[in-house]
């Protein structure tokens, strides 16, 4: 199992501000799309965030919890759009250091918007 903690910094403090040049309301949006997810996929595996693994983030789960958005949050479509956006960006990310998950990547990366 690949700890998420490692590359989720990456992402968020290296990736996103200085190899892409994101704006810091951009960073904190991802990473407040991220808190959500983590939260939702330790309440759905009964683990705390730091435990969860890279290999747990997969297409059913995306879906699972973007559903959740929409239900439970009331968070419309354009909301749901734009956390789908930083957890495509994210595993286009992870495609390049995690080679072992390009199947899950794509798989995620193929969720269409609404």
């Known amino acids: 199992m ?3 903690a490692p590359h989720i910094t990456a992402f968020l403090r290296e990736r ?3 190899q892409c040049g994101a704006s810091q309301h951009t960073c904190e949006t991802y990473a407040f799309a991220f808190k959500l997810l983590f939260e939702y996929a330790s309440a759905r595996f009964k683990v705390p965030p730091s ?3 890279l290999e747990q983030i ?3 789960l995306i879906l699972d919890f973007l559903d959740m ?3 439970q949050r009331a968070n419309r ?3 749901r759009n734009a956390r789908l956006v930083a957890i495509k960006s994210f595993m286009a990310f ?3 250091r995690v080679p072992s998950l390009l199947e899950q990547c ?5 969720i269409p918007p609404k």
Do not use: C, F, K, M
């Open 94 to 96: 992870i495609e390049h």
């Open 69 to 71: 958005l929409e239900s």
């Open 2 to 4: 690949t700890p998420i």
């Open 106 to 110: 794509r798989q995620i990366r193929a």
């Open 16 to 18: 996103l501000p200085r």
């Open 58 to 60: 997969d297409a059913p």
């Open 51 to 53: 435990l969860l693994a």
């Open 77 to 79: 479509p354009s909301s």
